[in-house]
């Protein structure tokens, strides 16, 4: 038989034992933890609004169908809808980015303070959008604008319509502007001053150095720049709704007429068109990281 003494330690040992388990396994499943809060609010506010969104595209009247979507693709409203977000997002995204890498370029050529002043301006100028940029834009460029006004007087203005696509794209150019510089910014650190004073000796051109050295290290965090651009555009819609009142026909107009109309109200032909949308985005992405692909294979070999 064993005694009281052997039978109190072996129990104490046994429950030693037992804590480093204890303690082993909330080490292993304390980074799932802390990440169950954001789990969870990416699962509300992201996937569960997807999956809705794509099960009730396939909805009409009541009965699984795939007639909203037959209803998108036959109707002219909508194909123009859609080529008009393409044609804002695409040349907004285009002379957004171009912009962007000459002033980031020019701004690691400039004192710090200076340098410092054109970040945060830019910082502040990224949240400058919707309702209050079409105001200003409003009263700077609208009918009766100031510069508008100015124009005429001298008679330089020809047929530019602040309500019309081209006003529009202006519109979009600015709020692509100070996100393109944001994201290009951390990427040109990437390049050495060294490398263009060393094809200068060599005899290259200016031009000839951001061709052929430049650009090409450049091109992942161009590429990907672009593809955020598209999709921050193709997603606008409070400057085009406070500037047109609705009536210039893209497809987050469409999308939200569909949604909150008092006669129209169609939420599944609206999921529908939400699911193309996402589809059109999905594949833009795919053909982005594949360029980027490409570009650091070529660097690699």
């Known amino acids: 038989m064993s005694s009281p003494a052997i039978t109190q330690k072996s129990n104490s040992l046994n ?163 100070p996100l393109a510089v944001l994201l290009l910014y951390p990427a040109f650190d990437a390049l050495s001053d060294d490398w263009q004073a060393a094809s200068a000796l060599l005899g290259a051109k200016t031009w000839q150095y951001w061709l052929k050295v430049g650009l090409p290290v450049l091109s992942p965090a161009l590429f990907g720049t672009f593809i955020i651009l598209i999709a921050n555009a193709i997603g606008a819609y409070a400057s085009v709704y406070a500037l047109t009142s609705g009536n210039y026909n893209v497809i987050t107009i469409r999308i939200a007429s569909l949604v909150s109309g008092d006669l129209f109200l169609e939420p599944n032909l609206a999921a529908a068109i939400s699911v193309i949308l996402m589809a059109m985005l999905a594949f833009i992405t795919v053909i982005n990281q594949w360029l980027i692909s490409k570009s650091y294979a070529g660097k690699k070999s």
Do not use: H
């Open 15 to 177: 429950a030693n034992a037992s804590k480093p388990k204890a303690s082993s396994w909330f080490k292993r499943f304390k980074p799932a933890l802390w990440l169950a809060p954001f789990a969870l609010f990416f699962y509300l506010f992201q996937l569960a609004p997807m999956v809705w969104v794509l099960i009730n595209s396939f909805f009409y009247d009541g009965e699984l169908s795939l007639e909203n979507y037959t209803e998108v693709f036959d109707s002219a409203f909508m194909m123009q809808a859609f080529g008009n977000s393409l044609w804002l997002s695409v040349w907004s995204s285009v002379f957004g980015l171009a912009i962007a890498t000459l002033l980031v370029s020019s701004l690691r050529r400039v004192d710090c303070k200076i340098r410092d002043g054109v970040i945060a301006f830019t910082n502040m100028s990224s949240n400058f959008a919707g309702v209050p940029l079409s105001f200003a834009f409003i009263i700077i460029l609208g009918t009766n604008g100031a510069i508008t006004l100015l124009l005429k007087q001298y008679g330089l203005l020809g047929e530019f319509d602040l309500y019309g696509k081209w006003g529009l794209l202006a519109i979009y150019i600015y709020f692509q502007i």
